[in-house]
């Protein structure tokens, strides 16, 4: 069955950059797309954007664009969200999942904290 | 950007009672949404896609309704390890965009 690993815990500093790995082990992604989600502490779930894999194009939500930078390599069935000038807001942990725009949400990876802190 | 409104925001339920939350869109999405599970400190666990379809190995104590603006979810019989907080989406058009969140508490 596969799974989904992300990359470990981060603490960055304001106006830095954060970039989180996503792997799917014991097997690859089924879906055509892979997305984003972040969670801010005790809130909800936000859309951060989706690479649509066998197009190797992006798609990303409004208020992220400029910043956020979704990635993937088939090779090794991983995806990538980089995410720059990072601020205290952008604390959360960051979820992939396999799914996008009319493409199911199906496997979640456990999740990477990120912590913006000077 | 389609807003995606859950209700009640929150409940209270006992063991073995039937437990139904709704979700509306603000424009018409199809049947492109989904319902997900989430547990304290855990990722969210997909249930329902395509509004009324259980994803695999999902109990089918679960089932989704709904089409165009108005969905729901509903448990049948609410076991211990049913308390959680429950998110919709809508995966129509972008922004994709969730619910706030239903959280389901013991009475």
């Known amino acids: 069955q596969v799974q989904v690993v992300q990359s470990g815990a981060e603490v960055k500093k304001p106006g830095s950059s954060v970039k989180v790995s996503c792997k799917a082990s014991?097997?690859?992604?089924?879906?055509?797309?892979i997305s984003w989600v972040r969670q801010a502490p005790g809130q909800g779930l936000e859309w951060m954007g989706e690479?649509?894999?066998?197009?190797?194009?992006?798609n990303y939500a409004q208020k992220f664009q400029g910043r956020v930078t979704i990635t993937a390599d088939e090779s090794t069935n991983t995806a990538y969200m980089e995410l720059s000038s990072l601020r205290s807001e952008d604390t959360a942990v960051y979820y992939c999942?396999?799914?996008?725009?009319?493409?199911?949400?199906?496997?979640w990876g456990q999740g990477t904290m990120v912590t913006v802190s000077s | 950007d389609i807003q995606m409104t859950q209700s009640p925001s929150s409940l209270s339920a006992s063991v073995g009672d039937r437990v139904t939350i709704t979700c509306r869109a603000s424009?018409?999405?199809?049947?492109?949404l989904a319902w997900f599970q989430q547990k304290p400190g855990k990722a969210p666990k997909s249930l329902i896609y395509?509004?009324?379809n259980l994803q695999s190995g999902v109990p089918s104590k679960f089932s989704g309704s709904g089409s165009g603006t108005d969905f729901t979810l509903t448990i049948s019989s609410l076991q211990p390890e049913d308390f959680a907080t429950y998110y919709c989406?809508?995966?129509?058009?972008?922004?994709?965009?969730f619910g706030g969140g239903t959280r389901v508490e013991i009475k």
């Open positions: 424009q018409g999405i199809s049947n492109y």
């Open positions: 999942s396999s799914g996008g725009l009319k493409d199911a949400f199906d496997i």
């Open positions: 989406q809508q995966y129509n058009s972008y922004p994709i965009t």
């Open positions: 014991g097997g690859t992604f089924s879906n055509y797309a």
């Open positions: 395509a509004a009324s």
């Open positions: 690479i649509i894999r066998i197009l190797d194009t992006t």
